[in-house]
């Protein structure tokens, strides 16, 4: 008996980030190398006829166009992401469609912030998700009825699957790759293209939303840029408000407010962000990272290192720092 083709659609909108729609079409295309034979039937649909333009400006010429002329049986629906995917409208008639489709395959996903597309069709109502860490909160905030895992590099949630930022996509294709043509496959396709089988840590360790970004009103800012420049001093709440010179209660209060976080959680991230740079940056033993950073010792910072950023101290630093600092 014929071996079974899987045709994979990937929807491409318009300024796509190319990455999105030609990294996990080309893990499907190493795994048809592996086995010798068209595994996968790769197809990419927009909805306009003619060349689309990518983020980088690099055109795309599609397979199909949706709702025109897309007949063909589908087995995996992806919809890849834009830079702009969470501020501009979908096009109805692409989410329509989506709509309609869904239903009648094997597996649907996103990639990256295509997450957006999904979710406005209405497809990721009661469901496990993940996206681009950058607007992870953003997807979670419009969509309340969605559990967005922003740590994770992909998703899987019944017959949804969904993939973090742009490379994340390769991660969920050879996982995809993984689930049909099993383990050793999957291995050989990784082998090929020089990637993780199974990438170490999450998404959050390449976020830079731990930078903690002042916030509020002109005193409030000035505030937590002081408190980002002297990260080792004692920053309780009593002190914090004592250099605004109003009182604690009154402090905290405000500070949620203007902020949208405690007092101690912003510290906390501004300690954890200036531990990234010292990591990147200087070759300091990690019971010095952690007094130069405000944290009781190198225990405590490292577990507030996992729970901000997903990895290790140390791990980071073997991922991030700059050369030289690591041939020290």
């Not at 400006?57 to 919809?79: A, K, N, S, Y």
């Amino acid at each position: 008996m014929q071996a079974k083709t899987r045709t994979v659609v990937m929807v491409a909108p318009p300024g796509v980030q190319l990455l999105d729609v030609s990294g996990p079409l080309d893990v499907f295309a190493e795994a048809n190398a592996q086995v010798g034979r068209a595994a996968y039937c790769l197809l990419v649909a927009t909805a306009e006829p003619g060349p689309l333009r990518s983020s980088s400006g690099i055109r795309l010429m599609p397979d199909r166009v949706i709702d025109r002329d897309f007949v063909d049986p589908i087995d995996t629906l992806l919809v890849a992401g834009c830079p702009n995917a969470a501020v501009v409208p979908a096009n109805e008639a692409v989410l329509g469609w989506l709509r309609q489709r869904a239903p009648t395959v094997r597996r649907v996903g996103s990639v990256c912030s295509g997450a957006f597309f999904l979710a406005a069709a209405g497809l990721l109502e009661g469901r496990r998700v993940t996206t681009h860490w950058s607007v992870a909160a953003e997807l979670a905030r419009r969509f309340p009825e969605v559990t967005v895992e922003a740590d994770a590099i992909h998703v899987s949630d019944g017959p949804l699957r969904t993939a973090a930022g742009v490379t994340a996509g390769l991660d969920l294709a050879l996982a995809l790759v993984e689930e049909d043509l099993g383990h050793e496959i999957a291995m050989r396709v990784a082998s090929q293209l020089v990637m993780f089988f199974r990438r170490p840590g999450g998404q959050m360790q390449f976020s830079r939303k731990g930078q903690a970004v002042p916030a509020g009103r002109s005193a409030l800012q000035a505030l937590q840029r002081w408190v980002a420049a002297h990260p080792a001093l004692d920053h309780s709440v009593a002190n914090l408000a004592q250099r605004m010179e109003i009182s604690p209660r009154h402090f905290s209060r405000l500070f949620r407010s203007e902020v949208g976080i405690t007092p101690a959680t912003w510290v906390e991230e501004a300690r954890i962000n200036a531990a990234r740079q010292l990591l990147e940056g200087e070759n300091a033993a990690p019971k010095q990272v952690a007094a130069r950073c405000g944290f009781a010792d190198a225990d405590t910072l490292r577990r507030a290192f996992v729970r901000h950023v997903g990895v290790t101290p140390a791990e980071y630093r073997r991922r991030f720092a700059n050369p030289a600092i690591l041939a020290d």
